[in-house]
Structure formats: structure tokens, C-alpha cells
């Protein structure tokens, strides 16, 4: 969807660094997600928003934190990177956090560690 | 284990021929989402599905929630139709959506 935007498109990091991946909707959504996509790894989901506020953070690692300073942002901060962290990372955003809502996906970040 | 399950992996059609993609699930929902995903990444929203059947062109999706179960049904395939179609189930209250591996579609003319 035009409406979500995701930058940059592409990222090339070396293990150790700090990266931030901006998402931002034009949706006038209340509620935004990160998921993670690995080669040959069905689609995960990372973190879920809603009014700002943290839902449900289903990532192991601290190294991964949202950030959300307005309303239709969510980036997502990652440290201490590694080899791992390659993947593509998909911002989505809905209507409201609650069941009943179509989910609408950015383009993606693909992000490579090396 | 994994939660959400697609069948079958991968298909080839011919142009025109009618494509039954299945998805089971082992974890509680009551809704379930069908997404394209276009050589390169990008996922496209299909059908957003609680129960019962939903279409939408030339895209039929039936839901069975107490048998865990979803169809995507596309008829008079096309070769833009190629690419992978997701299942995903969404969690309760918590925006979490649970997704398949996909079923790779490719559709020759």
C-alpha cells in the first residue's frame, strides 16, 4: 500500500552497529506492527502498537525495540546487530489493535549483516 | 510446530485453470487473512475472512473456524496471478498475526 512507508528500501550493516528502520502510515490508523521475514521462515510477527501504546511483543531479544513518536510512526531500533538480523522487515498498520481489522503491509526494509 | 499450515507448497497452471489453496491451523482464531505476496516482497491484502465465505473478482475464500481450516479459491487463472499466497490467522486482542509458509504459485501461458 502507497500509504505505508517504509525507509530505507535496502540497508547494508556490519555486525556490532545500530540501525533504525522507519515506518510511517498515512492510513489514519490507530494501531502499527513490525514483522520479520528470514529465507525460508514463514512471515513473524515482532511487536504490535495501538494508541501509542505497546500490545504484545513477541521478539526474545532486547536488541530490538519500537520506537513510536507520533501516532503513525513506528520505527524500529536495532542494535548490537548480527549476521542473524538479515532478513526483510515489514511494517503494517489497522484500523484499531483489536480483532476484526485488516492488517495493511509497508514495502518492506531488507536488511543485510554483514 | 507449526501453527499455521499451507497446502500445497507450490502449484502450476495453466492459464485459465482453477486454483484451491488450503490453510489449517492448530491455534486458536477467529478470523483468518489471505495475502499476496509479489516476486520482490511487497503483501497485498486479499480477504480478511471470520467465517462463512468471502469473494472478492475472481477470489473465493471459505472459512471454517471450528474446523481450523480456510480455502482460497481462484478461478480463471492468470499469469499475473503468479506469485505466493499467505495465510495468516489473527490473535486475539493483540494484533498478532500468525502466518503460514505459503503456497507458490505459478500460472504459463
Known amino acids: 500500500d502507497p500509504k505505508i512507508i517504509q525507509k530505507p528500501k535496502y540497508l547494508v550493516a556490519v555486525t556490532g552497529s545500530e540501525k533504525i528502520l522507519i515506518c510511517e502510515q498515512y492510513?489514519?490508523?490507530?494501531?502499527m506492527y513490525w514483522y520479520r521475514q528470514s529465507a525460508k521462515k514463514p512471515l513473524e510477527f515482532m511487536f504490535s502498537?495501538?494508541?501509542?501504546?505497546?500490545?504484545d511483543n513477541q521478539t526474545a531479544s532486547s536488541r530490538f525495540q519500537p520506537q513510536s513518536s507520533k501516532k503513525n510512526h513506528l520505527d524500529l531500533q536495532i542494535t548490537a546487530l548480527k549476521p542473524d538480523d538479515s532478513a526483510t522487515y515489514f511494517c503494517?498498520?489497522?484500523?484499531?489493535?483489536?480483532?476484526?481489522?485488516?492488517?495493511?503491509f509497508g514495502p518492506g526494509t531488507r536488511l543485510l549483516v554483514l | 510446530e507449526q501453527q499455521v499450515q499451507q497446502s500445497p507448497a507450490s502449484l502450476v497452471l495453466q492459464e485459465a485453470e482453477n486454483a484451491e489453496l488450503q490453510c489449517s491451523f492448530s491455534?486458536?482464531?477467529?478470523?483468518v487473512q489471505w495475502f499476496y505476496q509479489r516476486p520482490g516482497g511487497r503483501l497485498v491484502s486479499l480477504l480478511y475472512?471470520?467465517?462463512g465465505t468471502k469473494q472478492s473478482g475472481r477470489l473465493t475464500s471459505t472459512t471454517v473456524i471450528k474446523e481450523r481450516r480456510s480455502s482460497l479459491h481462484i478461478s480463471s487463472s492468470q499469469i499475473t496471478d503468479s506469485g505466493t499466497y499467505l495465510c495468516?490467522?489473527?490473535?486475539?486482542?493483540?494484533?498478532?498475526?500468525?502466518f503460514g509458509h505459503g503456497t507458490i504459485l505459478r500460472v504459463h501461458p
Open positions: 503494517a498498520s489497522s484500523q484499531t489493535g483489536v480483532n476484526q481489522d485488516t492488517q495493511y
Open positions: 492510513l489514519g490508523h490507530n494501531a
Open positions: 502498537y495501538s494508541y501509542q501504546k505497546l500490545m
Open positions: 491455534i486458536f482464531t477467529n478470523q
Open positions: 475472512n471470520p467465517s
Open positions: 495468516a490467522t489473527l490473535g486475539a486482542n493483540t494484533g498478532k498475526l500468525t
